[in-house]
């Protein structure tokens, strides 16, 4: 299933990163040395990693606005981080900068200025309406996805699959059995990492992959939900 467009609190949940890098090439964050993959999906380049960087804190604990770039790890274990990215609260994968948002289909689809976030030099957090561009460009459906903030459900064809890792869990990073419709035609290779909630506690591992957008509305931000 795919989920593109619900608005909810501040759970711990991945980042994908939009970039300028050739894509296709193996991107290295100068911060920590960490290594992605990248992938060309229409005239974006994404990262085909989930971000992995910051300092371990316990999912008991709140992220905060200081001069360490926190992460949760599933479990509390680096090791998922290693395998499967990062989760952080929204406020800290955007640097605690403001909301923003696309105006349209491209090139208005991002930011006036995008925003880093916690994101590596040249990459930014994806605005609504690029991850929008995102959806048009890998299914068979791209009219369920209009650029438009009142439209959320459960919304195309096969986008979902296209976008989502092949491998059934065993060992991560998966996706649990049976993983209908999984292709990753993309190249976006989504991988189900789920999310820490905001009592602590962590959920949905092998099952749900949620991802952040840089636009906020009222008290809540946009995610994406891959299921």
């Known amino acids: ?8 609190g501040q759970d711990g949940l991945l980042v994908a990163a939009l970039g300028v890098s ?77 909301s923003c948002n696309g105006t349209g289909g491209p090139p208005s689809d991002k930011c006036a200025a995008p925003v880093t976030g916690i994101c590596p030099t040249g990459w930014h957090m994806p605005s609504h309406y690029e991850w ?18 009142t439209i959320t459900g459960w919304l195309g064809t096969d986008e979902g699959g296209n976008l989502k890792g092949t491998t059934v869990c065993g060992s991560f990073p998966c ?8 292709t990753n035609f993309s190249g976006f290779t989504a991988w189900a ?15 749900d992959a949620l991802f952040w957008t840089s636009l906020e509305s009222g008290t809540n931000a946009w995610n994406r939900n891959l299921n």
């Open 175 to 182: 996706w649990n059995s049976p993983n209908t419709g999984a």
């Open 193 to 207: 990492a789920g999310y820490r909630h905001t009592d602590g506690s962590f959920f949905s591992r092998g099952a």
């Open 132 to 149: 929008t561009t995102l959806e048009k460009n890998v299914g068979s459906n791209p009219g369920a996805f209009p650029y438009d903030t």
């Open 1 to 8: 299933g795919y989920y593109p467009s619900i608005a909810i």
């Open 22 to 98: 050739v894509c296709g090439n193996t991107l290295i964050d100068s911060r920590d040395g960490k290594t992605y993959d990248t992938v060309e999906i229409g005239s974006q380049c994404w990262m085909a990693d989930n971000l992995n960087v910051g300092t371990l804190l316990a999912g008991a604990s709140s992220q905060t606005n200081n001069a360490t770039i926190e992460k949760y790890c599933f479990s509390d274990t680096e090791a998922n981080c290693t395998s499967d990215g990062g989760l952080y609260q929204w406020d800290e994968a955007m640097n605690y900068s403001a």
